[in-house]
């Protein structure tokens, strides 16, 4: 399955903005969300409402500057069309940029499509965090959930990370990890732990520990928004715990 288009990522994330805004809708914006527990419905609120647009800012070529913080976040009255409108506005710049044109990221030059990506996942994880929350269905389709799964592949594997965030360096050392969807359309990945990082490739093979669970699923545990009792492990489970417990960005 290779990366989607970026009318498929921009569907995507409108898609997942709508569901994230339908989750809190009635909720108490002053609780704690439990699978984000550092912040309040709130701030994540703001989040999603200042994220995009700060992206769509780098896409247009303005100076990254410092990330939003979504504690100093205000909603305004109309807060669904505010969350809606930053969707769009960071897929308008993609659109007028070009997809392949090259932009600022934290770990070098990339595509513009790159922030396009990065919102869409980062919105369906938080959009989950918000049905957990509000204690209603959830869900993300098979091909959107299993980009998610690679692009945080790729951002542990790359070279940097371990320099932005040093745990993920306790990735560093030696087994491997199969995760394989339940869907026929997802070829699942291999992650290989090796001395100096992280690698891995997609499709089918042996590994020490093989996770198995629906492709949603199998994303939401990595992101550590399930429990690990949701997916099916064979083989050395310590592996997979650790590689939990240190590889959230």
């Known amino acids: ?36 527990p550092r912040w309040r419905l709130r701030v994540l609120v703001g989040h999603l409402g200042q994220a995009p647009r700060w992206a769509a800012g780098i896409v247009r070529g303005d100076p990254p500057g410092a990330i939003p913080d979504p504690h100093e976040a205000r909603p305004p ?42 919102a869409t996942h980062d919105t369906a994880v938080h959009a989950a965090d918000a049905a957990l929350s509000a204690g209603v269905p959830y869900a993300l389709e098979t091909d959107l959930a299993a980009d998610a799964v690679t692009q945080l592949l790729e951002l542990l ?54 996770v198995t669970a629906a492709v949603q699923d199998l994303l939401l545990v990595l992101m550590r928004r399930l429990p690990p009792q949701r997916v099916a492990i064979d083989g050395d489970r310590q592996l997979f715990d650790h590689w939990l417990a240190h590889s959230a960005l």
């Open 157 to 210: 594997s790359s070279p940097v990370m371990a320099t932005l965030k040093p745990a993920v360096a306790s990735l560093r050392g030696a087994g491997s990890i199969g995760l394989r969807a339940r869907e026929e359309s997802v070829e699942g990945w291999v992650i290989t732990r090796t001395p100096t990082g992280v690698s891995w490739r997609r499709g089918p093979g042996a590994a020490d520990t093989t």
């Open 77 to 118: 009255q109309d807060w669904r069309a505010w969350l809606l409108a930053g969707a769009s506005e960071l897929v308008e710049a993609v659109r007028e940029a070009g997809s392949d044109a090259p932009v600022w990221t934290v770990a070098g030059p990339a595509p513009a499509s790159f922030w396009l990506r990065q």
């Open 1 to 36: 399955m290779t990366q989607p288009h970026i009318e498929r990522l921009a569907s995507g994330l409108l898609a997942q903005t709508a569901a994230f805004a339908d989750a809190v809708d009635g909720t108490d914006w002053d609780a704690f969300v439990p699978t984000c």
